[in-house]
């Protein structure tokens, strides 16, 4: 009895298997090559091992876990994590749809911080094992992994910047700015979205104090800029949310 009991609780939260589509998604033209054949993309199926499902505050894997796959956000909002010298959380990073989530795990063969559910969802989990195999029969997916890797580096260098050289202003507008374009890219609205993260997980990312946050979302409001009901923003005045970014001191 017990025996199956302990089964039962493995497949409720292990990655099933299931028949992958991915042709048909409307997340591939973020996730994979462009100008792929029938047969190309034959194989690619084969990479999406699994999906799996999390509840919103669920870790899909902690900091010092084996690397062992990279995983796409298919639904759902994600923030990554590490721990300060002094024990507290800092967040490093938010994943949407159509974002790979684990890449850093790459070099170390570990991941190197935390991954959590900002609200219930649901990734494409693909063994890095699997995307190797298949890169050597499929040219093009080794080509948009690196890109993939690159545009990854480049947002480091972002957040880099952000909190080394600009204003808490500017930081809070690129980050409103940021959301708005990767939104773009996946259909919808470029001016009114829906905020997965709270404020002080906002501040966590932009090297800012709770209180500073919730002034600037006040007086971006009051300046004409966005409008705020709880967490849904509608940018107003997206020139002028930019102009905020003119004067970085």
Sequence with gaps: MQTVIRLQERSAVAPRKFEVTCSSCN???????QGLDAADMSRIERLVYARRRLKRGETLFKSGDGFKSVYAVRTGFFKSTVLDGEGREQVTGFAM????????GLGAGAYGGNAVALEDSE???MPFALIEEISREVPGLQRNLHAVLAREIVRDHGVMMLLGSMRAEARLATFLLNLSRRFVRRGYSPSEFHLRMT???IGSYLGLKLETVSRLFSKFQEDGLIEVQQKHVRIVDIPGLESVLATRH
Excluded at 27 to 33: A, K
Excluded at 97 to 104: A, N, T
């Design 199 to 201: 404020r002080e997980e």
């Design 27 to 33: 997340l591939r033209e973020l996730c994979l090559p």
């Design 123 to 125: 990734v494409c989990v």
């Design 97 to 104: 749809p159509g974002e790979l989530v684990g890449l850093e």
